[in-house]
């Protein structure tokens, strides 16, 4: 069993978003990643899909998630399952902002389109 101190929770920031990693691999964690999203007012992610499924559940503010071609509206408390090999885009409130805690398997790996896939530190 571990214990992952708060003070001890790996921080990402990208220009769209921060993450904050609650467990990984890398943080005491074997088969799954946890981590936080938080994004600032009118913020947008890019269009990409992950290679594993993920669970997204809104803690507060607002936002859409443009989901394999079907937009989503998701507010405190939903929660969004976001399939394998899908293309989403996660777009904050323009006035509330999103934060969202996140679930899925460890080694999880991003593809933008025309990209190749990659690891997300936050995931790592």
């Known amino acids: 069993m571990h214990v992952i101190r708060h003070a001890d929770s ?3 920031a990208t ?8 467990a990984s691999p890398t ?3 074997s088969a799954l990643a946890v981590w936080r ?3 600032a007012a009118g913020a947008a992610g890019p ?3 992950f290679d594993v499924e993920q669970v997204w ?3 507060d503010g607002a936002a859409t998630v443009d989901l394999d071609g079907e937009t989503l509206t998701v507010q405190v408390g939903d929660t969004v399952v976001m399939p394998v090999g899908v293309q989403r885009r996660v777009h904050a409130d323009a006035t509330a902002g999103f934060t969202a805690v996140v679930a899925a398997p460890a080694g999880a790996r991003a593809t933008v389109p025309g990209g ?3 690891l997300p530190a936050w995931i790592a």
């Open 15 to 22: 220009p769209n978003a921060v993450m904050t990693t609650h």
């Open 57 to 59: 559940t809104a803690l």
């Open 37 to 39: 999203v938080e994004m």
């Open 10 to 12: 790996r921080r990402t």
């Open 116 to 118: 190749d896939p990659v």
């Open 47 to 49: 269009q990409h899909s």
């Open 27 to 29: 943080q005491g964690g």
